[in-house]
């Protein structure tokens, strides 16, 4: 009788957990499978944020996780070491690979756009956008990541989206990935 009613919670489990409402998120590597160090410290946004911050991290791009990690460790280590920030400054950042690399995280006041920082959500996608755009996968992994936020309640349903360019003096992120995310749910140029 015992094992009979093991399996009814297990099936009952099954099907009130397949019935909840699961973000489509992307695969997103946290900072323990990419090699990532531990903030310094944490300050923690009020959720939901209302704006979500494209950049370009203005290096090299990459194809597989491993370049992708190795370029999001030296990129945290600038920011940590020789900027003297608590963590990478940005909340996540979009790999070539397809993958989605921890940064700060979700919830947590990252150092992407002065003035925004408590209020935003900042993207980086790893590569410099000037002249190309970012692949496909990593343009859908963001789109993803942004759907997935707005899901988890991390992002407001009615979020507005915006280049880093939009809000503070920089080329940021790039003239072809601004001018690809014009197009997205949410643009808008007046803050």
């Known amino acids: ?12 489990c ?5 019935n909840q409402s699961r973000p489509d998120c992307p695969r ?13 410290g944490v ?9 979500v911050i494209i950049h370009h991290t203005v290096t ?19 920011h940590m070491d020789e900027l003297n920030w608590h963590d990478i400054g940005y909340n996540f950042l979009i790999g070539g690979d397809g993958n ?11 150092a992407h756009t002065y003035g925004y920082n408590s209020k935003s959500l900042g993207l980086a996608f790893i590569g410099t956008y000037t002249s190309k755009l970012p692949n496909e996968k990593q343009l859908e992994a963001a789109k993803k990541l942004i ?7 991390e992002l407001a349903q009615k ?6 360019r939009t809000v503070s003096a920089t080329q940021s992120p790039g003239l072809k990935l601004f001018q690809e995310i014009k197009h997205w749910k949410g643009f808008t140029i007046n803050p």
């Open 43 to 51: 300050e923690h946004t009020i959720i939901p944020v209302k704006y």
């Open 28 to 40: 997103i590597l946290y900072k323990a499978d990419w090699g990532g160090r531990a903030a310094k």
């Open 60 to 78: 090299p791009s990459c194809s597989t996780e491993e370049i992708c990690s190795d370029l999001v460790t030296n990129i945290q280590n600038y």
């Open 1 to 12: 009788m015992h094992f009979q009613s093991v399996i009814i919670l297990v099936v009952l």
């Open 14 to 18: 099954g099907v009130f957990e397949s």
């Open 159 to 164: 979020y507005k989206l915006l280049g880093g």
């Open 147 to 153: 759907s997935c936020g707005v899901e988890k309640g």
């Open 100 to 110: 989605v690399y921890e940064g700060a995280g979700w919830h947590r006041i990252g």
